[in-house]
């Protein structure tokens, strides 16, 4: 595997780990990297909620 994935699977495997925000939310069961351009990765976690209107990893580690 290139380094650049090896890089981006770390930085995503770092920050997994399901946490209970409350009784309605929880964060951290799915994990996710994105590189940018300019080479920084960026990562984001998965929010679940009750009501099913939670956001996935890849859009929380694109939107920061």
Do not use: P
Not at 1 to 25: F, P
Not at 29 to 53: M, P
């Amino acid at each position: 595997m290139d380094q650049i994935w090896m890089d981006m699977y770390q930085a995503a495997k770092a920050v997994l780990g399901e946490r209970t925000i409350s009784d309605y939310v929880t964060a951290g069961g799915v994990s996710a990297a994105v590189r940018s351009k300019s080479g920084k990765i960026y990562v984001g976690v998965c929010i679940d909620t009750c009501s099913t209107l939670g956001i996935c990893a890849e859009r929380n580690a694109i939107s920061i």
